[in-house]
């Protein structure tokens, strides 16, 4: 089987799984509305968010609910063990590792699904048309495609460590704070909606674009040797 065939067969794998319990999607789901809920609230009867508050609540949410999901996804491999017989099957790595990433990307594009309008209706955010929406759909994909490639390498590489809950984020979040900071300027940018503020939205996409490509790029490297302890 090609490497595309595994990648495809690995993730229908993952959406069947998920599409069972679905305890992953509502869980990531409800924790992401409960972020921006708590956010608004601390907004009321006081002056109204900055588009820069926004902006930042926005990938707070994803970020915060993301990692969630991703903790629970990988554990939930170890408990039957299907993690140590995946990298056991006879299969390229590279494939299992592009199947994990693309299943985080889709979790947590489906939590944006509900903290954008979340912060739509309460927070007013207003993101304007036509190329504004592109820019910020551009971002949030790529934003999320950064977070994953990370994610998904470490989230498989702790499997024998005791703390691993502990040790995820600490090793994720200060390596995807350049894709969250870059995220949050070019929305920021986005939602400010001038002429000059898109043009350093564009150059935001720019930066994703190189660091998603160096994330992907050693992901594929480093997964199988971080992997070789399972």
Known sequence: MSLLGQVALLLWKDVRVEWRAR???????????I???????SFLGGAPPT???????LWVAIALSGMLGIGRSFERE???????????????????????LLSITLLMLLTASVVVPGLLLLFGMKVGSGSSWLYFLALLGLGIIGFAAVASLFGASLGRARVREVLLPLLVYPLVVPALLAGARGCYG?????????????????????????????????????????
Do not use: N
Request: aromatic letters at 12%; one cysteine or more.
């Open 51 to 57: 588009v820069e508050t926004m902006s930042g609540v």
């Open 35 to 41: 972020i921006v809920l708590l956010f608004s609230f």
């Open 190 to 230: 986005v939602l400010y909606g001038t002429a000059e503020s898109l043009t350093d939205a564009l150059r935001w996409i720019k930066f994703l674009l190189v660091f998603d490509s160096m994330a992907i790029i050693l992901g594929l490297w480093l997964f199988e040797p971080l992997c070789a302890q399972e």
């Open 78 to 100: 170890r408990e039957a063990d299907t993690l140590r017989a995946l990298l056991l099957a006879p299969i390229d790595r590279s494939a299992l590792y592009l199947a994990k």
């Open 23 to 33: 305890e992953l999607l509502y869980a990531t789901m409800l924790f992401s509305a």
